[in-house]
């Protein structure tokens, strides 16, 4: 990332002038006895100005250090915001999906109860097309999402109400619940 490239410019600078003062500052001081005064005064001068050049070149490379990291710091917040942002969408995203594909497994599960009770009415056994009819009806209740909602309510309404009855010919309730079965199919959505 550019905010570590600039940080690690930043470093390299400021060790270089650190060498450079360190050089400068390790100079030796001109000598307390000088031989004119205008030589040790010239000298002196010269020490301290290359010493406060030195101290402004690290002030500026310290300030300017800090500015770059601050401004990596700052990218860098700027695309971790970002990356939460396309994060959280994503989630709420597949959060729709899922609760979707949850309707669609339970209309699948409704479904497939009716026609289990179809089986049940086929071999007679009226007593468990019954449980099938109730179990349907139960797991139906809870469903409040489809492709159209009057229609749900209303195959709600007629599970409800539905009871299987011990009958010479089931023909007539086989094909209620048949239809049933097809009528929620036209609600289940497609993936």
Partial sequence: M?????????YVKLKTVMI???TIMNQPKPSTAPQDTQSAHGS????LLKAKIAGG??????????????????QN???????????E??????TTELAAMATRSQLIEVRLLLLTSVDALEQRNFGAANTH??????????IESSLDPQE???????????EINYTVNPAEQRNILINLSDRLEALIPEI
């Avoid at 002196?44 to 020490?47: H, N, V, Y």
């Avoid at 700027?78 to 994060?87: N, S």
């Fill in 77 to 87: 917040q700027q695309l971790i915001r970002q990356q939460a942002e396309a994060h």
């Fill in 133 to 142: 009819l109730r179990r349907a009806s139960e797991t139906l209740d809870p």
């Fill in 89 to 94: 969408t994503e989630r709420e995203a597949l």
């Fill in 57 to 74: 070149a690290i002030a500026i490379l310290v300030i300017s250090g800090g500015a770059g990291y601050g401004i990596g710091r700052w």
């Fill in 44 to 47: 002196g001068f010269s020490w």
């Fill in 152 to 162: 749900l309510a209303a195959l709600k309404q007629e599970l409800a109400t539905l």
């Fill in 20 to 22: 450079i003062a360190r």
């Fill in 2 to 10: 550019e905010w570590q490239q600039t940080l690690g410019d930043s």
